[in-house]
């Protein structure tokens, strides 16, 4: 009798080390997929560009995939949208009759 009770507390204790064994290995993939996500999150934060006002693109400076940029460099110009713009241009003396101060460009 002394000899199972003495086996059923080894195969316990064999059984709670492989469980402990198993639960570490367990943690460190936690938290090395963590870390994973942590990166992949925020490269993809740094990948995305967000304009701090409505409006369409113009003159678009890269358009290469991968590309990389230096801190500071403009990407884009953006043209706000539902504002006002001022044109500034020069015209060919035949064209005046065709324009008009204050006129809608379309």
């Known amino acids: 009798l ?5 086996r059923e507390r080894d195969e316990t204790l064999k059984f709670r080390r492989d469980a402990q064994e198993q639960m570490g290995k367990a943690e460190q993939e936690v938290a090395r997929n963590r870390e994973l996500m942590t990166q992949a ?3 993809a934060r740094r990948t995305e560009l967000q304009s701090p006002i409505d409006g369409q693109v113009k003159n678009l ?3 290469t995939v ?8 403009t990407v884009m110009e953006i ?3 539902n504002e006002k713009l001022i044109v500034e241009a ?3 003396p035949r064209d005046r009759g065709y324009v008009e101060s204050g006129r809608a460009p379309w």
Do not use: H, I, M, T
Request: net charge neutral; no cysteine.
């Open 90 to 92: 020069r015209l060919n």
């Open 61 to 63: 400076r890269f358009n």
């Open 79 to 81: 043209v706000p949208a």
């Open 2 to 6: 002394n000899e199972y009770a003495q």
């Open 66 to 73: 991968g590309g990389v940029l230096k801190p500071g460099e």
């Open 41 to 43: 999150s925020d490269q």
